[in-house]
């Protein structure tokens, strides 16, 4: 605790019958704040919240069992093909045989994945005859290929948030769209190494 040193000072006296005051010096003990100090962090580590885990939202379906699949008119489908190396590609409703409706896209810049679906989300609405939900024919379809990185997925789940897509479907890749995606990448690769 603190205490006050009332020892003499020690110093002399300066003329005859002259009374000097008593200096007084004073000592703090500062024990008790230590253990106010270590009260207060266990305090404060036990009462904080570790970082909690980011999750991404996905609007799943309902339990319901239905002998029907899910359908879309192929007018609204838009599918979206990842393959290395952060290519994208896309098409609009079923693959033609030619792969004349295959083409490219990037995850920003010029010609991006969220230009192309925005203005596909825009045709729909222009062919919709529903005034309440002009977007519920508006289906995506993502295939990530095998050689796909996890932060592409991520980028366009991220992607079906910004643009508000409510329907989009994770599927797995056929075979034949995964050697188109594989020629693509390699055709690509060549052309930016030349």
Known sequence: MAELDTSSGGGH?????????????TRVDLTPMVDLGFLL?????????????????????????????????????LTILMGADNHIYYYEGQLKPDGSNFL?????????????????????RSRSRDTENPYK???VVI???????YKNLIDILDEMAINVVKKY??????????QLVKIS??????????
């Open 169 to 178: 479907a994770l599927v797995d890749i056929s075979d034949g769209e995964s």
């Open 137 to 139: 024919d508006f289906v």
């Open 185 to 194: 990448d390699a055709s690509s690769q060549t052309s930016a190494s030349n």
């Open 13 to 25: 006296k300066k003329g005859p019958g002259v009374k000097k005051g008593k200096k007084l010096s």
């Open 41 to 77: 962090i266990t305090f404060f580590i036990f009462t904080t919240t570790m970082s909690q885990p980011t999750a991404l939202k996905l609007f799943l379906p309902d339990d319901k069992v239905t002998d029907e699949p899910n359908k879309a008119k192929e007018s609204g489908v």
């Open 104 to 124: 490219s896209a990037s995850y920003n810049g010029e010609n991006s994945i969220r230009d192309v679906i925005l203005k596909k989300k825009a045709d729909v």
């Open 143 to 149: 295939k990530p290929g095998a050689e796909c990185n």
